[in-house]
């Protein structure tokens, strides 16, 4: 079954770098997921799409702070000298042959 | 520049039904897969239906399968959500989302900023 795992939460300074994983489940760490940023009270925003091989493509205005990179089964979002905006929850996506699978998102405390 | 703009949430009693539309523009909608996906109160996404650029292939979550029908209207560019039997475990913020390509088996790279539906007596 495809599974995304993320932790629950996470905290860092501001100005400081912070990297959120997302995993995949046994058997499919092949696959590319898309990170989404979800701000206080908005609507999800799309982030990037990553693949396997840590290539990613950015959504329109994503600053050039946000990257992604991929390890084995193991899908990063790092986020550098953040901001206070930065504060908000960040799900990880995959899909199987019609449907998408969301991880349990990280909500990223910014200190 | 992409706009998703939901509508047709509100309040309803169990067992009632509601269409959801969602208006899109920006792009040429009928080269895109599109989905409906669902966040409950405090909780996180959930994925609800994804439909083909085409219209030609629909695929559904088990909690809504028999329940909810997707369809998408092209030349209109406005993807529907009919939501018959509604439950109070379908009480959520429904958002309209964008796929990244022709087949639902992609990522979803836009999205609208969601209408709110609300299951109870």
């Known amino acids: 079954q495809l599974v995304l795992t993320q932790s629950p939460s996470a905290s860092a300074s501001l100005g400081a770098s912070v990297k959120l994983t997302c995993t995949l489940s046994?058997?499919?760490?092949?696959?590319?997921i898309a990170w989404h940023q979800q701000q206080p009270e908005k609507g999800p925003r799309f982030l990037m799409n990553l693949n396997s091989d840590g290539s990613h493509t950015k959504g329109d205005g994503i600053p050039d702070r946000f990257s992604g990179s991929s390890s084995g089964a193991e899908r990063y979002l790092t986020i550098s000298s953040l901001q206070s905006e930065d504060e908000a929850d960040y799900y990880c996506?995959?899909?199987?042959?019609?449907?998408?699978?969301f991880g349990g998102g990280t909500k990223l405390t910014v200190l | 520049e992409v706009h998703l703009l939901e509508s047709g949430g509100g309040l309803v009693q169990p067992g009632e039904s509601l269409r959801l539309s969602c208006a899109a523009s920006g792009f040429t909608f009928s080269t895109y897969a599109m989905s409906w996906v669902r966040q409950a109160p405090g909780k996180g996404l959930e994925w609800v239906s994804g439909i083909s650029g085409s219209g030609g292939s629909t695929y559904y979550a088990d909690s809504v399968k028999g329940r909810f029908t997707i369809s998408r209207d092209n030349p209109k560019n406005t993807l529907y959500l009919q939501m018959n039997s509604l439950r109070a475990e379908d009480t959520a913020v429904y958002y309209c989302?964008?796929?990244?390509?022709?087949?639902?088996?992609?990522?979803?790279?836009?999205w609208g900023q969601g209408t709110l539906v609300a299951v109870s007596s």
């Open positions: 996506q995959t899909w199987d042959t019609g449907p998408w699978v």
């Open positions: 989302a964008k796929g990244g390509c022709p087949s639902t088996s992609c990522y979803g790279d836009s």
């Open positions: 046994s058997g499919h760490s092949s696959y590319a």
